[in-house]
């Protein structure tokens, strides 16, 4: 069975505690964050801003799929009700 690894907060505090308030702390908070940085940066994700903007995009295509979908089935009924009436 895999391990789970810890959050990444809960290793930034661990170290943090490990170097404690001296100048240390600071060089091993600013290494931590720069791997963390690093290790995010190599991962497939996105911008807030970029999945905000893909998320309305998706909300209007949505609405319009909605709004031709009910167009179509009008068009359908109306297709439907001249061809029961020739």
Do not use: H
């Amino acid at each position: 069975m895999a391990l789970k690894p810890p959050p990444l907060g809960d290793v930034l505090q661990q170290m943090s505690a490990l170097a404690g308030s001296s100048g240390l702390r600071s060089e091993v908070d600013k290494g931590l964050r720069a791997l963390a940085q690093s290790a995010l940066g190599k991962l497939e994700v996105v911008s807030r801003e970029e999945f905000d903007a893909q998320a309305a995009i998706l909300a209007r295509t949505r609405a319009r799929v909605a709004a031709l979908e009910a167009e179509l089935e009008g068009l359908t009924k109306e297709f439907e009700a001249s061809q029961l009436n020739n």
